[in-house]
């Protein structure tokens, strides 16, 4: 097996470091998880296809130490879900000459994230692309203190970092509405969006919707990955 596959995966849930503890499901041809930031402004589902792994059902506790172990092995290994009674309690993955063990959390002690109980309607549909997405990354970085972004959208529909109505430090986006709605200004957490952004960089084409009702969703699907996110409004900027 490919480690950066794998490794892959789990960067699409931790995001930087958001998303620590998961409850994956591997049902013997690929992995899914479901998640939530530890600030439940994020919610979250990524799904690999073609990785073989034993079904089962298992706690990751400590993404970040499992990160650091697989680190340690080279590109091509193979990987196995240690079981006693029935019950999941490791993952083994070694390259041949090197051995590593991580040991499986149980089930209860993970936060699972709530089902969306109604998905209200988008308005917005903004296109994302590679240029949006290194202009974002790069944006959220040289202003790295500002915590939000904000829709503005109009006849020129922006996202902007650090938006204000009064004079301010800011790095505005042209984004391509494809359904020219316009609704109130409208503010997400920039730094999970950064995050979400860095973790799915590699695909070219995907689309920000946004709801007037508090709620935007963005889905990428490349080769074998399919990662969809759902981040909650946070207070409008004045």
Known sequence: MDKSKLV????????????NSVVVNSDGNGLSTRFVSSDKSLLGEVKLKNYSLTEAEFGVYTTDVLLKMLSVLDENISVELKKANEKVHSLSANDGGADIRYMLSDLSVINQPPKLKQIPEFELQLKVDSTFIKKFIAGKGALPDTESFTVVSGNNTEVVIGYSSIATNRVAIPVKNENDNIIDNISFNANLFKD??????ENDSATLEVSSEGLARIKFNMNDYESTYYLVAVQNVN
């Open 8 to 19: 892959k995966f789990i960067n699409k849930y931790y995001l930087g470091g958001n998303v």
């Open 196 to 201: 979400v952004l860095e973790a799915n960089k």
